[in-house]
């Protein structure tokens, strides 16, 4: 089992990693911004698979509702970025404003939301 600041400095990497290629690899095109899909996901992907299995018990446990604020943050944020683009289905039609902006209340609420699940607080433990 991995420590919980191991799980907290993978999870806030990735998630600075998201954030570097929504505000640097990416065109300009009615508004918004296309970035290629196939990166998107590998960095997505990541991020979810970070979370260790304590998380995603309690959130399977308690949902949206629970103590666990990263859990709805994901949930929007892939609503941000996920938005096919009408011309070209290899890319994301991304709203980059809000996108960094979750992704920046994310990076400190999965911080918390991870030593939360490690607490005895939790109910995991």
Same mark, same amino acid.
């Given at each position: 089992?991995?420590?919980? %600041?191991?799980?907290? /400095? =993978?999870?806030?990497?990735? @998630?600075?990693?998201?954030?570097? /290629? #929504?505000?640097?690899?990416? =065109?300009?095109?009615?508004? +918004?911004?296309?970035?290629?899909?196939?990166? #998107?996901?590998? #960095? &997505? *992907?990541?991020?979810?698979?970070?979370?260790? %299995? %304590?998380?995603?018990?309690?959130?399977?446990?308690?949902?949206g509702r629970g103590r666990v604020r990263s859990f709805n943050q994901m949930q929007q944020l892939n609503l941000a970025i +996920?938005?096919? *683009?009408?011309?070209?289905?290899? /890319?994301?039609?991304?709203?980059?404003? %809000?996108?960094?902006?979750?992704?920046? =209340? &994310?990076?400190?609420?999965?911080?918390?939301?991870?030593?939360? @699940?490690?607490?005895?607080?939790?109910?995991?433990?």
């Amino acid at each position: 089992m991995l420590n919980p %600041e191991e799980i907290i /400095v =993978t999870l806030q990497g990735y @998630i600075k990693k998201l954030s570097n /290629v #929504i505000s640097s690899d990416s =065109t300009a095109f009615f508004g +918004k911004k296309n970035i290629n899909k196939q990166r #998107i996901d590998d #960095i &997505l *992907c990541c991020i979810e698979g970070s979370f260790p %299995e %304590e998380y995603r018990k309690y959130v399977k446990q308690h949902g949206g509702r629970g103590r666990v604020r990263s859990f709805n943050q994901m949930q929007q944020l892939n609503l941000a970025i +996920k938005n096919k *683009c009408f011309w070209n289905s290899n /890319v994301y039609s991304v709203n980059v404003d %809000e996108a960094l902006k979750i992704l920046k =209340t &994310l990076q400190s609420s999965v911080s918390s939301d991870i030593r939360f @699940i490690f607490s005895s607080e939790s109910g995991m433990f």
